[in-house]
T-cell receptor, first 111, second 114 residues
Framework: SQQGEEDPQALSIQEGENATMNCSYK?????LQWYRQNSGRGLVHLIL?????REKHSGRLRVTLDTSKKSSSLLITASRAADTASYFCATDSGGYNKLIFGAGTRLAVHP | DTGVSQDPRHKITKRGQNVTFRCDPISEHNRLYWYRQTLGQGPEFLTYFQNEAQLEKSRLLSDRFSAERPKGSFSTLEIQRTEQGDSAMYLC????????????FGPGTRLTVT
């Protein structure tokens, strides 16, 4: 079963705009990860945030985590056409690094 | 850079046939995972190995499914008596060890059962 739910399911923006995706999950977690998937490169790890962290940055990516609300957000700033992909949050709650993925947000960035 | 490789990339089979997929993880990665992904959904965990030991299997993995990692290197996933509901992308991932959370995914094997 899916642990996380991403919101929105689909997002369409222009190049240069920011994109925000949200993820909610159900059980307590050790960490939460975001992955990107496109037809060219498959699933690629983007960023990991641990349960005791509240915010993390990596390049144009900013991730927040609110464990009290069981939610996370991924912000992509100054989006590019190459950011067009599906974005998934994945939680690790069992300590075995068994990832539980959400259904994903499909992002389209138009030139 | 040799990432995770999977073979074949595509497989079309008739219902009732057996199929086997292979995954070669990044060398020296001790952990290997199998996931299944259907259209419009995120990957769903199937099973994982620590070296050659299979440590957990999802309830999704019926008795028609079996996975092995005989020497702690490559892994195979076999589906016996395939059903149309088995049609999906089968993804393999590896990670260095138990303390490494990032998983590296292969390109997947797309299975179509007709």
């Amino acid at each position: 079963s899916q642990q996380g739910e991403e919101d929105p399911q689909a997002l369409s923006i222009q190049e240069g705009e920011n994109a925000t995706m949200n993820c909610s999950y159900k059980t307590s977690i050790n960490n939460l990860q975001w992955y990107r998937q496109n037809s060219g490169r498959g699933l690629v790890h983007l960023i990991l945030i641990r349960s005791n962290e509240r915010e993390k940055h990596s390049g144009r990516l900013r991730v927040t985590l609110d464990t009290s609300k069981k939610s996370s957000s991924l912000l992509i700033t100054a989006s590019r056409a190459a950011d067009t992909a599906s974005y998934f949050c994945a939680t690790d709650s069992g300590g075995y690094n068994k990832l539980i993925f959400g259904a994903g947000t499909r992002l389209a960035v138009h030139p | 850079d040799t990432g995770v490789s999977q073979d074949p990339r595509h497989k079309i089979t008739k219902r009732g046939q057996n199929v086997t997929f292979r995954c070669d993880p990044i060398s020296e990665h001790n952990r290997l995972y199998w996931y299944r992904q259907t259209l419009g959904q995120g990957p769903e965990f199937l099973t994982y190995f620590q070296n050659e030991a299979q440590l957990e299997k999802s309830r999704l993995l019926s008795d028609r499914f079996s996975a092995e990692r005989p020497k702690g290197s490559f892994s195979t996933l076999e589906i016996q008596r395939t059903e149309q509901g088995d049609s999906a992308m089968y993804l393999c991932a590896s990670s260095l060890d138990a303390s490494s959370y990032e998983q590296y995914f292969g390109p997947g094997t797309r299975l179509t059962v007709t």
